[in-house]
């Protein structure tokens, strides 16, 4: 194999083991495990498995799904080190096998003619044009590239999907290639090439597909039936489709079996791909991913191959080879991979040969290359300016040239269009000779498989200049405001709904946010001798603000917002529009994120609230990682922590930031030192700190350190599985005398019992906690005895108290409810979720029914409570308890337990205002206590008998009660089939004779939270 698959597997935990063996049987082909017994695989530890799928599978096979199962577990970190791992073994085997026999130079060349070259242009340093000079790093991933590949029964088809620019055009030639002179005689064709970037020039011209395949191979439409006998040994390169451009879903009506009827083009290619014509054929189609949706509803289980062009690696050797010195090379790649969103580009060898010839120039006339390399605005500005060539007074015509270039890009860019011809360019009125400053530069360029036709250097570089449109005067003293035919005005480019439509414009946004820079409008203007609107810059603060007043604003949306501020590079237009923005989610998966995030947040002046999510970032030791990786991986994080260190710079010195929310995050040590120094010095404006689920373990601790004297702040929430030397810090922050904590909430805490006992003590000393949380966690009856003493303390300032989920049992309820009879300050308790049984519930009673108990709520959620545990309660509040909150869900009171409550509910004595029965097995015969109880009852309010079957019988009972006016319930939770019309009109009854009375409907579970949290105040 290519890759070593025994420490990959070695990785899983046990449950992830298992969930990868089920995926495994489940995908083409089936057979792959035929030889293996399930039982033998079910009992193989990962090294087992790993060596049993080596020896006894194909073993193409086993790279191919080890791959699709790692991507289906979301386990990405090891679907990219296989990858990786198979890239390199294909380019060692390339190196030692560049150079193909003569003998078949002369296929290579039959084929070269029908599909064209495979590079646009020449942009690979001293290379030529021979297509073995390619890297081949995906070929063990393909079944007709991989030698080991099963040959099957069943027809390959193969998807190469990748961002513009990265290759994959330049790789399905470079195969079809070699297909053709691997496979029949030369006398049969035997491979075909369609370009969907010139049929959609076509539109809807009808011909057979004989035609169609003979546009490019003549000889094809004479060898029809020898072609379709010659079944997968034929492959059909469908190269674009992203660029076909027809409506969305047309191709799979009107779909044709014939080869000699004539039919549109998207007709017979979207027969193509559903296999009507040539079904046995092999085919390789490349999109780009925007376009995936739609080719995957053509297509029956294709294999999806990710093209990502150029590895870092590879960007260090093209400027190596672009550069003759090689200080410069390295100064110069440096200087690109410091921008993240440049760097990104760079994977694009079109992007890499921009970037060198623009810092080539500057670095031999000793300029800094510093400037050009921070956005890749600042980049294609200087590549557009440096390529075209002008005098000191610029050309008469070129103001009115780039005007036409860039209405032609927009045009291009809003019709999902790249490839032009001479009637797109005459509509602009201008020529061949006027562009001829722009071809020579390389921004546009002859199509290489089109002739007569032209397409710019790269997608970005039309992206660029279709931003440049809406800034350049139209020459009648306004902007181009998008007033041209087929191009949205500027509020549609940045309208969210168009950005879901095309991508493209996401980027043309981008790229006009970083043209609005007032340096760059002047270096524009002066190197075309044209003028640009200054409006343009207020006109994006208002889409801005426009759209971010939205109530649907996404993280997407703010990701999106960052990098066209960043782009701008202009802090006063970034402070003006966060002006505005007080609250901000941040999701931080990337350095280009990080970078950005930093950026802006250091020019924001009304933040109040942060919200921090911090992925793949941060290099984290653990035991999954080799001992080499994490050392090398935290090597190169030193470049990031200055990034990190202004954007943690924001919470040191904003003395508005009340909130902060640091959830499921991976962060280094340093990362965290950063931060804890940068909390430790802000000016104690921070009143809540949220850390939830965080790496590495030892982060809970250092940031308890420095909250001691932390006068600001009031709410402290920690969650996460590994807190275990957390307690003892956290009694220090209780104890000391300046700590003014008021809530503080600890979820999936592991401590031991001392631990848990030091600091049910510090709450005898706090004088600030007022509110205590703790959820699921390994608390149990020791633990919360000693918390059961700690109320009865006088210095006890605790007045909500939940301990959910926390393996408690009715073993020390006799000491809560002592504890209960002598507190006059605790008026919310929550103990759901723990197994106290009726027993439990009896001695509570006992606690509460004391004068002296204030308790106004109580929560005894999914507590295994029956009807027994009933008849304590309905005693407890027939005597005039203080209690008006009681949830009682989930636990099966049964048709007995309902009667005593309500018989309580009937008494005047009775106080309860709220009461939640969710999902606890009420039947229609209940709802007549119920119904009583409501026409009698003076203080119930809320009644939530969510996820409770009361059917049609049920309901009219209620009915008859809740559509009276003087039904005192305001509020009413029920369990609703919509289907039901019997049920539907007697809503209508209800809702007309008693408007005030509001129902929910209560259809689905609720995973997380119960009905009552809300209410519960925490």
Not at 127 to 152: C, D, I, K, M, W
Not at 367 to 389: M, N, Y
Not at 431 to 436: G, Y
Not at 976 to 988: F, N, R, Y
């Amino acid at each position: 194999m290519d890759f070593n698959l025994r420490p990959l597997l070695e990785q899983l935990e046990q449950e992830e083991l298992s969930k990868f063996k089920s995926l495994l049987r489940t995908l083409p082909p089936q057979d792959g495990l035929q030889h293996v017994s399930q039982a033998e695989v079910d009992e193989a530890s990962g090294r087992q498995l790993a060596e049993i799928l080596t020896t006894c599978c194909p073993i193409f096979w086993v790279e191919m799904v080890t791959i699709q199962v790692f991507d289906k577990m979301n386990r990405t970190d090891l679907s990219k080190r296989a990858k990786d791992e198979l890239r390199e073994a294909a380019l060692k085997s390339l190196q030692e096998n560049a150079i193909p026999p003569s003998g078949q130079q002369d296929a290579y060349s039959n084929i070269w003619k029908t599909s064209g070259p495979i590079w646009k242009q020449n942009l690979w340093p001293k290379a030529s044009e021979h297509p073995q000079t390619f890297p081949q790093g995906y070929e063990s991933l393909v079944p007709f590239r991989n030698p080991h590949a099963p040959a099957g029964p069943f027809p390959h088809t193969v998807v190469l999907q990748g961002a513009a620019g990265v290759g994959k055009t330049t790789l399905a030639k470079k195969w079809m290639l070699d297909w053709a002179q691997d496979h029949l005689p030369a006398t049969l064709p035997s491979a075909f090439y369609l370009s969907c970037k010139e049929l959609g020039r076509q539109g809807a011209c009808a011909c057979t597909f004989a035609e169609l395949l003979a546009k490019k191979r003549p000889d094809a439409q004479e060898a029809g039936r020898q072609v379709l006998a010659q079944g997968q040994e034929v492959l059909v390169v469908v190269d674009g489709f992203d660029e076909l451009r027809v409506p969305s879903g047309s191709l799979i009506h009107d779909i044709c079996g014939d080869w000699k009827e004539p039919k549109p083009v998207p007709v017979l290619l979207g027969s193509l791909l559903k296999r009507k014509l040539l079904p046995k054929a092999t085919l390789l189609v490349t999109t780009r991913p925007e376009a995936l949706g739609e080719l995957r509803l053509l297509l029956d289980q294709p294999l999806l191959v990710q093209v990502e062009g150029f590895q870092e690696a590879e960007r260090r050797g093209y400027f190596l080879e672009h550069f003759e010195q090689q200080d410069q090379a390295l100064r110069a790649f440096q200087g690109m991979k410091a921008s993240p969103a440049l760097f990104r580009m760079g994977a694009a060898p079109a992007v890499c040969w921009v970037a060198c010839t623009c810092l080539k120039g500057q670095l031999d006339k000793g300029e800094d290359p510093a400037s050009t390399c921070r956005t890749p605005t600042s980049l294609f500005l200087r590549f557009l300016c440096g390529q075209c060539p002008h005098l000191a007074a610029p050309a008469p015509r070129l103001p009115t040239v780039l005007r036409a270039l860039s209405l032609l890009a927009a045009q291009g860019v809003w019709a999902h269009k790249s490839l032009f011809d001479g009637q797109d360019l005459g509509q602009l009125g201008v020529s061949e000779a006027d562009l001829r400053p722009f071809l020579e530069g390389k921004v546009l360029q002859a199509d290489a498989d089109c002739e007569g036709c032209y397409a710019f250097l790269h997608l970005s570089v039309q992206q660029f200049l279709a931003a440049l449109f809406y800034l350049l005067d139209s020459g009648a003293g306004g902007c181009g405001c998008g007033c041209a035919q087929g191009i949205g005005d500027l509020r549609a480019l940045l309208s969210k709904e168009e950005r879901l439509r095309n991508p493209s414009l996401a980027h043309v946004g981008r790229f006009l946010f970083g043209l609005a820079n007032e340096e760059r409008a002047q270096e524009l203007e002066a190197a075309f001798g044209c003028r640009v609107c200054r409006e343009v810059r207020q006109e994006l603060l208002l889409a801005m603000r426009a759209a971010g007043d939205r109530p649907s604003s996404s993280r997407a949306d703010t990701r999106e917002l960052l990098r066209c501020l960043y782009e701008s590079q202009d802090g006063a237009l970034v402070r003006e529009a966060l002006a505005p923005v007080t609250e901000l989610a941040l999701h931080l998966q990337s350095e280009r994120d990080l970078v950005h995030a930093a950026y802006c947040l250091g020019h924001s002046r009304a933040l109040c609230k942060l919200s921090l999510q911090v992925k793949g970032i941060f290099a984290e030791k653990d035991r999954f990682q080799e001992p080499g990786t994490w050392a090398e991986r935290s090597q190169s994080d030193q470049h990031l922590l200055p990034f990190w260190a202004d954007l943690c710079a924001v919470v040191g010195s904003s003395r508005n930031l009340v909130s902060l929310d640091i959830s499921q995050s991976s962060l280094s040590a340093s990362a965290v030192g950063v931060l804890c120094e940068n909390i430790a010095s802000a000016p104690r404006s921070l009143q809540r700190l949220v850390l939830r689920n965080l790496s590495p373990a030892n982060a809970y601790r250092h940031f308890c350190a420095i909250l001691g004297g932390y006068e600001s702040l009031t709410h402290l929430t920690l969650e996460g599985s590994d807190q275990k030397h957390v307690l003892p810090v956290l009694c220090g922050v209780l104890l000391h005398p300046k700590c003014n904590l008021q809530y503080l909430r600890l979820v999936s805490c592991s401590a031991t019992a001392q631990q848990w006992a030091d600091l049910a003590a510090s709450l005898e000393t706090n004088h600030s906690l007022t509110c205590l949380n703790i959820t699921a966690s390994e608390f149990q009856d020791e633990g919360a005895k000693r918390l059961y003493m700690t109320l009865r303390h006088p210095n006890c300032t605790l007045q909500r108290l939940s301990l959910e989920n926390c393996h408690l049992t009715a073993t020390y309820c006799k000491e809560l409810s002592s504890s209960l009879m002598v507190n006059p300050r605790l008026t919310h308790l929550c103990l759901a979720r723990n197994d106290l049984g009726d027993h439990g519930v009896r001695l509570l009673c006992e606690g509460l029914s004391y004068p002296e108990c204030q308790l106004q709520t109580l929560v005894l959620f999914h507590c295994s409570i029956t009807s027994d545990g009933c008849v304590a309660l309905s005693a407890l509040l027939q005597e005039g308890s203080g209690l008006a909150h009681l949830d009682l869900g989930r636990n099966h009171l049964g048709v007995t337990g309902v009667k005593f409550l309500c018989e309580a509910l009937r008494k005047p004595l009775c106080r309860l205002r709220r009461l939640w029965l969710w999902g606890c097995g009420i039947i229609p015969f209940s709802c007549g206590d119920l119904a009583s109880a409501l026409s009698s009852s003076q203080h119930l309010v809320s009644l939530d008998l969510g996820q409770n079957s009361l059917e049609h019988s049920g309901m009219k009972t209620l009915a008859d009660v809740l559509k009276l006016p003087s039904c005192p319930l305001q509020k009413l939770r029920l369990k609703i089939d919509h289907s039901d019309a019997q049920i539907q009109k007697l809503l209508e009854e209800i809702k007309e004779g008693n408007p005030k009375l509001t129902i929910e409907r209560d259809n689905e579970e609720p995973k997380n939270h119960r009905p009552s949290s809300a209410d519960f105040i925490f």
